[in-house]
């Protein structure tokens, strides 16, 4: 009876770590997030670019007065 409900406890312990992510899929998650992320920054320089340019060009409209 015990040598059952050891088998049986590792056998659930072997379950539960194979349901993990493998290697791979963890490679692929980052890869996934990385370029999420740099669409996203790109975005931001772009926003930025287009804040800074709007706003030297508010800066060089006043000067003409």
Known sequence: MKTIKIA???TA???IISCG???EEEARQ???EDSL???QRNDA???AEK???DTTAHVGDTGKK
């Open 8 to 10: 049986l406890a590792l």
């Open 13 to 15: 312990f072997i379950a």
């Open 21 to 23: 992510p493998s290697k």
């Open 30 to 32: 980052k890869r996934k």
């Open 37 to 39: 992320m740099e669409i």
């Open 45 to 47: 320089i772009n926003s």
């Open 51 to 53: 804040l800074l340019k």
